[in-house]
């Protein structure tokens, strides 16, 4: 093992010199915290924070789970990871599909760097989704990596996870996938690991769940916060450097009467240009209709060429639209990969979201007002630490995906 330091996608990460715990609160905008503390629920943050750094940082747009969880794990966004949405449409197989298998990632993961140079890796996510794509280039057969879901932890192999049956290991049933339980199993095995494996870097990823379902302030959200903050202090009491950020924020996205509100875009276009002439790509959709309905505030479209750019401009002048950008303009401003991207993108106001047609959403399995997320609204994000930082450049624009450069060369351990 090496105590160098370690490069990896132009960035370079000093060795850590205690164990390094980077927690991803999916969906969880800085409100959430802010008004946890506030409302004296998490006790150890408000002190870990007052001696610690409390900063903000801007997530990747298309603010989705996919995206910015890979740009996370490599220190970079997704024109250079390839990872744009959770879905996308795959033109060379003419296929609408998840971005989940590892074949999409351009570039390694700062966890296999590490890993190459001897490092012990932990990563437990929520939703199983994330976990071939996080655990992409470990060998977790070698003893020196773990990489499992809550989701699927009574699933899990050494082959396959490097280690049986994740449930039985920690004690717990599997949760529900609809559940502040699922997020709550990560950090309850995040302690154990740092007791039995000691790894040098280990990846919390949580579930949006419950920020989907509840405001921040609100009883549900600050029980959700709380246990959270009873596990942040666990680890700390392990000698763990921990630094916090999230995937994205999430705001309400809602009529007065409490129905969500949809700009059905397929509709439109299909009214406008004939059945199919345009395809809409949703790039929030995965198998999780309950959270959000497939229903959020960025969405792609492939157009006909001959009035491409009549139709771009048409679609800027819809209600509820804030941005409408050729596929050059958004990939350029969204920094994404122009292979993987429609001709035109768009980003719908702070309380809109985008569909594709009325009839293809379920919307059944929504029980609350809508929450949802994929705007740049919802770009703004946490970024702590409960050590401090030293040596930021002053006046840098943070981003999430410089949680492991605050962990590893700023946090003094």
Known sequence: ????????????????????????????????????????????????????????????????????????????PPKVHGIC????????????????????????????????????IAVVT???????????????TSGRAICFSSEKSAE??????????????????????????????????????MDEFAPDLMYLSTTDYIQHKHAPGTPVANEFYAMLDRYLEQLDARGAVIALTADHGMKSKHTAAGEPDVIFLQDVLDEWLGEGAARVILPITDPYV???????????????????????ARLKGLDGIMESLSREEGCAKFELPEDRTGDVILVSTAHKVLGTSASRHDLSALKEPLRSHGGISE???????????????????????????????????
Not at 94 to 117: H, Q, S
Not at 297 to 312: H, Q
Request: net charge negative.
């Open 126 to 140: 929520a939703k199983d989704k994330l976990r071939t794509l996080l655990g992409n280039g470990l060998d977790v």
């Open 85 to 120: 949405g959770n879905y996308f449409y795959d033109v060379e197989a003419d296929a609408e599909v998840m971005m989940n298998d590892p074949k999409f990632l351009r570039v390694p993961t700062i966890f296999k760097a590490f890993f190459d140079k001897g490092a012990k």
């Open 379 to 413: 770009q703004r994000v946490p970024l702590l630490c409960n050590k401090p930082v030293v040596g930021l450049e002053e006046g840098r624009a943070l981003r999430n995906f410089d949680i492991f450069d605050l962990a590893l060369n700023h946090a003094q351990s």
């Open 156 to 193: 899990a192999t050494l082959a396959e996870n490097g280690i049986d049956n994740a449930s039985k290991w920690i004690g717990r049933d599997v949760p529900s996938v609809y559940s502040a339980e699922l997020s709550e199993f990560i950090f309850a095995c995040g302690v154990k690991l």
């Open 290 to 312: 309950v959270h959000h309905g497939a229903l959020g505030s960025f969405a792609t479209a492939y157009l006909p060429e001959e009035n491409r750019d009549e139709i771009i």
């Open 1 to 76: 093992m090496s105590n160098a330091p370690v490069s990896v996608n132009d960035r370079t990460y000093a060795w850590p010199e205690k164990p390094v715990v980077v927690v991803c609160i999916d969906g969880s905008e800085p409100a959430y915290i802010e008004q946890a503390i506030k409302d004296g629920v998490m006790p150890y943050m408000e002190k870990a924070l007052a001696s610690g750094a409390d900063l903000r940082a801007d997530c990747v747009v298309p603010s989705f789970t996919n995206p910015n969880n890979l740009s996370i794990v490599t220190g970079q």
